[in-house]
Nanobody, 125 residues
């Protein structure tokens, strides 16, 4: 099993940047595909980005492509979500999740086995 802890959320003005971190413990993090998801009030959880075990493959939702970038540092057991040009519609609780999967990173939340508690991101206009 793996335990995930997100950090880095906060309040930022539109156009600003944040970097979220997802730190893992309890298992070999490099064995997991890791994804970021978000959930805004009154809305369903949606996919944001995911990264393969090696870090060589990434996928980003169309709504964040060109603004957000997912990366991982295996030595630090951490996956990052670099968020630039933030918009008010990016306001949500952001969750990281891990899947014991060898293939291309997947976008469906039901595929992921382990979840963090989430970190709040609020973008003011």
């Amino acid at each position: 099993q793996v335990q995930l802890v997100e950090s880095g959320g906060g309040l930022v003005q539109a156009g600003g940047s944040l970097r979220l971190s997802c730190e893992a413990s309890g298992s070999t993090f490099s064995s997991y595909v890791v994804g970021w998801f978000r959930q805004a009030p009154g809305k369903e959880r949606e996919f944001v980005a995911a990264i393969s075990r090696s870090g060589g493959s990434t996928v980003h939702a169309a709504s964040v492509k060109g603004r957000f970038t997912i990366s991982r540092d295996t030595a630090k057991n951490t996956v990052y979500l670099h968020m630039n040009s933030l918009k008010p519609e990016d306001t949500a609780v952001y969750y990281c999740a891990a899947e014991a999967w060898q293939g291309y990173p997947r976008t469906e939340s039901a595929r992921y086995d382990y979840w963090g508690q989430g970190t709040q991101v609020t973008v003011s206009s």
